[in-house]
């Protein structure tokens, strides 16, 4: 089966750096998306990871290895404005995305 | 420029009862989708389209209908309602390419059937 592992809940504090991981297993590979997803609100896309390495946005990057079936999503001088959730998804060999359950961040002062 | 709109917004309804939500794009995107989020879980997509008159079904079909019978809308129905069908509706458009993957969702429906 297919399944996009990572953590329930994360806690961080403010002005800090957090890493959220996301592990996966899926029929083929297409590409790796993280969004991020306010309570109440729609998941806004963040980044895409198709090649090992590190892509960089601002005070966000985004990690992936495939080898490891592995990517993490970095986010460095945290703002409370961050507390969300962060969803990773796998686009598999059917070019269809396998979402997991979401990361929820919550940022202290 | 609206985006993806999605109404209604909110509903309540009683179980063995029929609704549609639609969505609506000003975007000009190929492919829509229609997933559903339930707590604790991934999003599931429950069925998909990539092109005014064709639909295809997702991970979690059974219990929904869907139409695309004009590129900018698509309707997603519940002929007879159950609790478990309770949940966070998004619609999502992508552009065309099948390898980019980045969706725009509209803003969710959230449905409750008692």
């Known amino acids: 089966g297919q399944n996009i592992d990572q953590p329930t809940e994360m806690t961080a504090t403010e002005g800090a750096i957090v890493q959220i991981n996301c592990t996966y297993q899926?029929?083929?590979?297409?590409?790796l998306f993280w969004y991020q997803q306010h309570a109440g609100e729609a998941p806004t896309f963040l980044s895409y990871?198709?090649l090992d390495g590190l892509e960089e946005k601002g005070r966000f990057s985004s990690f992936l290895s495939r080898s490891k079936g592995y990517s993490y999503l970095l986010l460095k001088e945290l703002q409370m404005k961050d507390s969300a959730s962060y969803l990773c998804?796998?686009?598999?060999?059917?070019?269809?995305?396998?979402w997991g359950a979401g990361t929820k961040l919550i940022i202290k002062p | 420029n609206a985006g993806v709109t999605q109404t209604p917004k909110f509903r309540v309804l009683k179980t063995g009862q029929s609704m549609t939500l639609l969505c609506a794009q000003d975007?000009?995107?190929?492919?829509m989708y229609w997933y559903r989020q339930d707590p604790g879980m991934g999003l599931r997509l429950i069925h998909y389209?990539?092109?005014?008159?064709?639909?295809a079904k997702g991970e979690v079909p059974d219990g929904y209908n869907v139409s695309r019978l004009k590129k900018q809308n698509f309707l997603l129905g519940l002929e007879s309602a159950a609790p478990s069908q309770t949940s966070v509706y998004f619609c999502?458009?992508?552009?065309?390419?099948?390898?980019?993957?980045?969706?725009?969702f509209g803003e969710g429906s959230r449905l409750t059937v008692l």
């Open positions: 389209s990539v092109g005014e008159g064709t639909t």
């Open positions: 975007m000009n995107h190929e492919y």
């Open positions: 990871n198709v």
């Open positions: 999502a458009t992508k552009y065309q390419t099948r390898d980019t993957g980045e969706l725009f």
């Open positions: 899926t029929s083929g590979f297409n590409g």
């Open positions: 998804a796998v686009m598999d060999s059917n070019y269809q995305l396998i």
